[in-house]
């Protein structure tokens, strides 16, 4: 493990539903292997999609076991992209925030139906001039 560490690598224990393992379940889970194995590259991650058999709130959780996680995994509880479902992230957001993460967010999505070309399709520019423009908005 020192051979990573010394080159940057994490590994990020994640927690996953039971109905998919039985090995870490929770982010406390997750977190109570970081402690035992006292290694800096060894932390956790918080996934918004893997959070089944959670029973405390998501931003409590991210609060509580914020100085483990460094890496979110976004998508909504049913594995579509953001937006696409009801969920709020506001509240892990806030917390994200408040305690000044740097880490990275990275969208990690199952089911792309109906798809982000159909439910917020670009307005493509049509004259000669902006050929090579950017969608419009």
Excluded: C
């Amino acid at each position: 493990m020192s051979f990573m560490y010394t080159r940057g690598a994490t590994i990020a224990l994640e927690a996953l539903a039971s109905k998919d393992t039985d090995v870490i379940n929770t982010v406390r889970e997750a977190v109570r292997i970081v402690d035992e194995l006292q290694h800096p590259a060894i932390q956790s991650m918080f996934d918004f999609h893997n959070t089944a058999d959670e029973t405390e709130p998501f931003d409590r959780i991210v609060r509580t076991h914020f100085r483990a996680i460094r890496h979110v995994h976004m998508n909504e509880m049913d594995g579509r992209y953001p937006g696409t479902g009801t969920f709020d992230f506001r509240p892990v957001f806030r917390v994200l925030a408040d305690l000044r993460y740097a880490g990275w967010v990275s969208l990690e999505v199952f089911d792309f139906k109906p798809g982000p070309w159909r439910s917020r399709a670009p307005r493509w520019t049509t004259s000669s001039s902006s050929k090579n423009r950017s969608p419009s908005r």
